[in-house]
């Protein structure tokens, strides 16, 4: 049965498309690509955009473009395109960007480190409150001035901080224990570098990330072009 809804406002209409619409997982992963993408336009002072030019500097088809927006309401006009500041706040809303995370990193090694260094997250609103580690000799170092802490001070600090997301790169045989601990002190998403899976509660959020997967999918890439044109 076709059913009739005047809505009240733009806001009304997109809630309700959210909540009768699961949005695909392959819709939410481009996202973060729009919002770059976005920002770079509003760093470089552009307006407004057609779908026609976002799809020639993204590469992605322009009714792809229309089809992925149309899940959040459109937020397009006919003839005039997309407002980009619009557009970005938007999908920022969505990506649950418009408020600051606390986060931690658990593992103070290489690849702890690096994510330590890397400042652009501050930007995106992930504010680096702590760095743990369980060896010693890291004890006090300080990465972009937030000093390495030993893991006795974590259940504290998880409550004091108001720690929302902790970036697992320790060992595996170490991440699932880990992992316990800091639900325990109320963290609320983990972003899971270790090389397992986690088997958490269901209100805890985990993002694994693996590096070597998508080292997988290029190799997997390079096999395709190499068969296909050899086949020519
Ligand atoms: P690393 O050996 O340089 O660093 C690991 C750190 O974890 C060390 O400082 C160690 O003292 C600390 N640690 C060990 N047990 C701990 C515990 N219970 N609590 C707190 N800290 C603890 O190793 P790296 O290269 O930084 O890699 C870290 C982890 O990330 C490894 O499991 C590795 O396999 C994984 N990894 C994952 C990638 C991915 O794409 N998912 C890419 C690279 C590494």
New binding site residues.
């Given amino acids: 049965m076709l059913q009739f809804y005047i809505m009240k406002s733009k806001e009304e209409w997109k809630v309700r498309q959210l909540e009768e619409k699961e949005i695909s997982q392959a819709v939410i992963r481009r996202l973060p690509r729009y919002y770059r993408y976005l920002g770079e336009l509003l760093e470089n002072g552009v307006e407004r955009i057609s779908s026609n030019d976002l799809s020639r500097r993204m590469k992605v088809t322009a009714s792809q473009i229309r089809q992925d927006l149309n899940n959040f309401g459109g937020f397009g006009q006919q003839g005039y395109g997309y407002n980009v500041k619009y557009l970005y706040t938007e999908i920022g809303k969505i990506l649950g960007l418009e408020e600051d995370h606390n986060m931690i990193i ?9 994510l330590s260094n890397y400042a652009a997250f501050e930007k995106r609103g992930f504010i680096l409150k702590g760095i ?4 010693p000799r ?1 004890q006090g170092i300080s990465i972009r001035g937030v000093p390495v802490r030993m ?1 006795d001070e974590l259940g504290e600090f998880v409550r004091e901080n108001d720690v929302e997301i902790a970036a ?8 699932i ?2 992992a316990d601990q800091l639900v325990e002190n109320g963290v609320r998403a983990i972003w ?4 397992t899976d986690l088997s958490l509660p269901e209100h805890v959020i985990v993002e ?7 080292l997988m999918q290029l190799s997997y890439k390079i096999s395709r072009y190499n068969e296909e044109h050899n086949k020519q």
């Avoid at 899971?192 to 090389?195: D, G, K, L, S, T």
């Fill in positions: 658990i593992g103070a090694g290489n690849l702890g480190q690096a743990f580690d369980v060896n890291l893991m697992l790169t320790i060992p595996k045989e170490n991440a224990e880990v899971n570098f270790a090389h694994n990330v693996h590096l070597s997967e998508s």
